[in-house]
């Protein structure tokens, strides 16, 4: 008669912070609105902001780095005439605590500037630029 044999072994997995993944939700555009070259303001500032998710960092949640990933200087461009440039300047968190498990959406907020003196000569149209912010769970 035969006995048949059991053994007990352990089964482990560990998911690494780096497979976090973080997606953008919204993005709120940011807008100077008019500007008044012959009446310049010392500095006109204007705000949006950036709203995200992240999943599998894990249940103690962790800091997201957020940077600004676009070359600089940052120019906001004349649609007609693409030698003008008026510069801006864009502040954001460098860091975003998410909670455990990604729960939640967050919002990071982000401010641009730009000065007077820096438009003062622009010609009148539209300008415009586009950003990129890097979120590295």
Known sequence: MAFAASGTLTVAAIVPLSNGNCSVTTAQNIAFGALNPLVPQSVVSAAGSLTYTCKGLGHAGATVSVTLSSPTPL???????????????????????????????????????????????APAGSYTDAITVQLNP
Do not use: C, W
């Not at 007609?80 to 998410?98: C, D, H, K, Q, R």
């Open 75 to 121: 120019t906001l461009k004349h649609s007609g005439s693409p030698t003008y440039n008026i510069p801006y300047l864009v502040e954001l968190p460098s860091a975003s605590f998410v909670p455990g498990n990604g729960s939640g959406i967050i919002s990071i907020p982000i401010t641009a500037q730009l000065y007077g003196t820096d438009y003062q000569l």
